[in-house]
């Protein structure tokens, strides 16, 4: 099992361009979540999905969007990237779907530069 | 709602010395608290959770947490730290009466000194 991967690992932008991070995951898992680290910010959810077909916003959405086409796969999108928007991107997924239990399943993170 | 707070951003130590990293927590309904391992560039993974019965949790790398329920904490304790324990470490909670989606705190950053 591979677990959680993203692609791509390092990228730079110019502001205003656009892009996709995918998240993939070969678990099953039903929720899927796009968290964003900043320093000193700890990790903030972006936007998350309970299931195909699904997504919702989080803490910090504003910018970005999401799509969860098929179940394994979480696709975070910038349309028009800003310096504001330079983090590290996580993905994760967690199992359960009712009851809060489960631990999420994180990937290793894409580093957005946005100069 | 639910939320996490990490009292120390950072928590400096020597090898082979005892290690508390603490985590406070508010909510209005029964909780399941984690903590998560950062090591320097890369994903976070799970360490140790508790959902219910004992209060005291054992994980992995000889890290162990308390669950007081009084004092609304889960404090992080290994009795003997190692080099290789430098990283971030954070608290997480989620509940039983929400969307279930769990809360992280700021993060603490354990640095280890020879």
């Known amino acids: 099992n591979a677990g959680v991967t993203q692609t791509p690992k390092f990228r730079v932008l110019k502001t205003g361009q656009s892009m996709t991070l995918l998240c993939a995951q070969d678990?099953?898992?039903?929720?899927m979540y796009w968290y964003r680290q900043d320093p000193g910010m700890g990790l903030r959810l972006i936007h998350y999905s309970v299931g195909e077909g699904t997504t919702a916003k989080g803490e910090v959405p504003d910018g970005y969007n999401v799509s969860r086409l098929k179940k394994q796969n979480f696709l975070l999108g910038l349309e028009s990237a800003a310096p504001s928007q330079t983090s590290v991107y996580f993905c994760?997924?967690?199992?359960?779907?009712?009851?809060?239990?489960?631990?999420?399943?994180f990937g290793p993170g894409t580093r957005l530069t946005v100069l | 709602a639910q939320s996490v707070t990490q009292l120390d951003s950072q928590v400096p130590v020597f090898e082979e010395a005892p290690v508390e990293l603490r985590c406070n927590y508010s909510s209005s309904v029964s909780v399941y608290l984690f903590w998560y391992v950062q090591y320097p560039n890369q994903g976070l993974q799970l360490l140790l959770k508790y959902l219910s019965g004992s209060t005291l949790v054992k994980g992995i790398n000889g890290f162990e947490a308390e669950f007081n329920k009084s004092q609304t904490s889960f404090h992080l304790r290994k009795p003997s730290v190692h080099i290789s324990d430098t990283a971030e470490y954070f608290c997480?909670?989620?509940?039983?009466?929400?969307?279930?989606?769990?809360?992280f705190g700021r993060g603490t950053s354990l640095i280890v000194h020879p």
């Open positions: 678990m099953n898992h039903e929720y």
């Open positions: 994760a997924s967690s199992r359960e779907r009712t009851s809060g239990t489960d631990e999420q399943f």
């Open positions: 997480a909670v989620s509940d039983s009466g929400g969307s279930y989606i769990p809360t």
